[in-house]
């Protein structure tokens, strides 16, 4: 079914050339959203094996900073890893 897709995708292709960038495009998108959301399934938050293992975010260090902001922590008292400047 898939393969009859991509044939008619293509028939459509040479008989309006105009379609190709769209194509593009949507093959582009699709492509950016399965490889983001393969990359959320493999965050630190996520269970896929409960028996091995059934809560991960008990191993994170109290530092590990899961936002982008967090509005209740103090960044100068943490622990840095890196040269002072």
């Known amino acids: 079914m898939?393969?009859?897709?991509?044939?008619t995708?293509?028939?459509?292709?040479?008989?309006?050339?105009?379609l190709v960038?769209?194509?593009?495009?949507?093959?582009?998108?699709?492509g950016g959203a399965s490889l983001y959301l393969a990359r959320l399934a493999r965050g630190p938050h996520v269970i896929w094996d409960k028996t091995n293992n059934p809560e991960p975010w008990n191993q994170l260090?109290?530092?590990?900073q899961q936002k982008l902001v967090a509005v209740s922590t103090d960044y100068k008292s943490?622990?840095?890893?890196?040269?002072?400047?």
Do not use: C, W
């Open 78 to 85: 943490l622990k840095k890893e890196g040269p002072d400047f």
């Open 61 to 64: 260090s109290p530092t590990y």
């Open 9 to 18: 995708m293509i028939q459509h292709a040479r008989k309006h050339p105009g």
């Open 2 to 7: 898939a393969s009859n897709m991509v044939r």
């Open 21 to 30: 960038p769209q194509f593009f495009f949507i093959v582009l998108g699709m």
